[in-house]
């Protein structure tokens, strides 16, 4: 059986860090146990997802689910070659999170896109997150850490409508003149559609060329895998998903999940793009997911299965 070609405009491989970890338990309703977080961490892991955002060190009383971020990092137990990061809101989360500097290699910032969002999400403007932002990137750089820089409601905001897309590049230059070397652009709660998606990363590769540019969609509308290929298209190499599409957006009501980690390999694999990530073991950690939570999980491959290629006359793209 020959393998798959893939056509030329796009890429051979992707990158995908796991965060369902971080961004997915912290938008479910319940609060997963220690112990299962690690688990589920170091499955992930063990099925070859070498990018994984382990937990937020935001304060517990605004998200309990992630309130134990000390104990995980200090019992996870990662091989090495696996990346593993954290969500740094703000200096203090930042003071709390170096106390385990060992632990974890890199930090993700965020703000929104729009004014609206960002205030209902964190509670100040766009242009103070900004500041804060750049002053935790400045100490992470100090500390050798790697920086990463989320733009939220990049493709759009549930309040304000279409976000311009100069003010979202805007927001991607400063933060990587911050030290920011890698920028994800995330469609918070599922406005974006594929032409917008391939234009967008268009502009994005002519503007910000020298840095790693990372897609971070939401299933909100069904059309997250559809995004994901306008964005490889795009030339875009690096994503963001989450096991069991896990997750969602605290504001606005209704935003569900991200794009869910099996559903995304299952697709890409399928296209002859390669991974590193073992699909039967991925699905073997959300049917425990699945388990734990006791309710079943928005992925589909988890609900079909993955496709099995058995007979002699499997398609080919050639």
Known sequence: MEPRKVPSVLPASVRIREVG???????????????????????LAAAGLTRI?????????VIPQLADAAEVLAAVRLPAGVTASVLIPNERG???????????????????????HNAKNVGCSVADS????????????????????????????PYEGPVPVPRVLDLA??????????????????????????????????RLGHVELTAHFHNTR???????????????????SS??????????????????????VSMLEEMGIATGVELDKLLGVAR???????????????????????????LSLS
């Open 222 to 240: 069904g059309q997250g895998l559809a995004n994901v290929l306008a964005a490889l298209r795009a030339g875009v190499e690096s994503f963001e």
């Open 53 to 61: 955002e382990l937990t937020s060190f935001v304060r517990p009383d």
């Open 173 to 206: 230059e400063a933060l990587a003149e911050a030290g920011a070397g890698e920028v994800g652009f995330g469609d918070t709660t599922g406005m974006a559609n594929p032409v917008a998606v391939e234009a967008f990363f268009t502009a994005a590769r002519e």
């Open 130 to 157: 900004l500041a804060g932002l750049k002053r935790v990137f400045a100490r992470a750089t100090v500390e050798g850490l790697a920086i990463e820089a989320v733009i939220s409601t990049s493709f759009g905001c």
């Open 94 to 116: 930042l003071d709390r999170a170096l106390a385990q500097r060992e632990m974890f290699s890199e930090i993700n910032g965020f703000l929104s896109a729009s004014e609206t």
């Open 243 to 264: 096991v069991g599409e896990l997750g969602g957006c605290p504001v606005p009501a209704g935003a569900t999940g991200n794009i869910a980690t099996e559903d995304l």
């Open 21 to 43: 970890p971080r961004d997915g338990l912290q938008n479910e309703p319940e609060t997963l146990p220690t112990p299962a977080k690690v688990a589920m961490i170091e499955g």
């Open 288 to 314: 425990r997911l699945q388990e734990t939570l006791g309710r079943r999980l928005g992925s589909h491959v988890l609900s079909a299965g993955p496709i099995r290629w058995d007979a002699p006359d499997r």
